[in-house]
């Protein structure tokens, strides 16, 4: 029997990024049925009323998992985020974004592996702003223990399944002692409490930047609210090779979605030339995943077959622009088929 998996395409980039990805995880052997759902501006244009329809939520919750491009928020104005309340409205409150160097992508550095879990739920994403008066607004963070205490247990637990050694707490508590300091002391007593063999230690996050980008190789699993995870994805994809090779998932209780780091790319949509890698590399994570929750080898081995072939794609130069080759989209995803 197939498995059952939501490919939501997306905006921008995201329906020929989701095409090539969906190309390459079917060429893996991996036995998916897929169901397109739509979520962000292609919702509105393929007849749906609001940007989040509540087919696609509905859909995503009973099967439990997709894959997702990604979708425009304008700035400044308009609807919030789609994104934002996709993870908000099913639950999905922890980013798991993985950071690692790879053969064949030149960088700056070398032997960078670390994983950001960023607060998927709360912090000043919880889009509470308000205008007080004429040139005067507000935004409001919040932080509840029990967020709090979720997310530091899953990145404890994360660092102990895949053997990781340490995890790292970003925060500006000096400043914001109630909800950044309830961040920390929740790390702390999760980690006293359950995972004492796992290494520990606190970073102010402007200081966090600075050692980031002084010597990568030093950080391991970084724990992180909302902001700061979001803002350190994309400064720690700069670290190795840029958005085209950041995968992302997005995990609650009762399901996940993957999705990339990136975002719509406007600059470049319709033109055929965005790297489908990071969404490829999603979609491994969500093999990965299908593997362990549903008992299920296959999956690992297809993850396998799909990780193979990029590995050996971006050491042959087999690449898209942006990491320096000429392969478009599809040139790319059929470069990965062919060395499956
Ligand atoms: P962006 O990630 O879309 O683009 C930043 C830069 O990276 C651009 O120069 C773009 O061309 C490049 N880039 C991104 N992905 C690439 C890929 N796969 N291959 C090659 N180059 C790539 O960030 P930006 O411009 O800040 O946001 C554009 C839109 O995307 C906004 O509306 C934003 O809200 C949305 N967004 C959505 C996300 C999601 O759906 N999860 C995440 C981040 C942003």
């Known amino acids: 029997m197939p498995t059952n998996v939501v490919l939501i395409p997306g905006d921008g980039i995201g329906p020929e990024v989701a095409e090539a990805a969906q190309r390459v995880i079917d060429a893996a052997g991996a036995d998916i049925s897929w169901t397109v759902r739509h979520a962000g501006e292609a919702a509105i244009a393929a007849g749906e009323k609001q940007l989040l329809p509540q087919s696609t939520l509905d859909l995503i919750e009973e099967y439990g998992v997709a894959l997702k491009g990604p979708c425009t928020t304008p700035v400044g104005t308009g609807f919030r985020s789609v994104n934002v309340l996709l993870r908000k409205t099913l639950d999905l409150y922890a980013a798991v974004r993985p950071i690692r160097s790879m053969a064949g992508v030149e960088t700056r550095y070398q032997g960078v592996d670390l994983v950001i879990i960023r607060e998927n739920t709360e912090g000043l994403y919880a889009g509470i702003e308000n205008e007080i008066t004429r040139g005067v607004a507000t935004s409001i963070k919040v932080a509840t223990e029990h967020a709090c205490r979720r997310i530091a247990d899953y990145a404890f637990r994360y660092a102990r399944e895949r053997g990781r050694s340490k995890v790292s707490v970003f925060h500006k508590a000096n400043i914001m002692k109630l909800t950044d300091g309830m961040f920390v002391r929740c790390a ?106 549903r008992g299920a080898p296959h999956f690992r081995e297809a993850a396998a077959r799909i990780r193979g072939a990029y590995d050996r794609a971006l050491v042959e130069g087999a690449v898209t622009r942006d990491l320096g080759g000429t392969l478009g989209t599809m040139e790319f995803a059929d470069a990965l088929v062919a060395r499956m």
């Open 188 to 293: 702390r007593e999760v980690h006293e409490a359950r995972y004492p063999d796992i290494g520990y230690d606190e970073y102010i996050i402007d200081a966090a930047c600075m050692r980031m980008v002084q010597d990568p190789t030093r950080f391991d699993v970084i724990l992180a609210e909302n902001l700061y995870g979001d803002i350190m994805s994309d400064l720690c994809a700069g670290l190795v090779g840029g958005l085209g090779v950041t995968p992302g998932a997005n995990i609650g209780e009762k399901g996940a979605v993957f999705e990339a780091v990136h975002g719509s790319a406007p600059d470049i949509a319709g033109k055929g030339v965005a790297n489908p890698l990071a969404l490829v590399m999603s979609g491994v994570m969500m093999l990965n995943w299908l593997s362990a929750s």
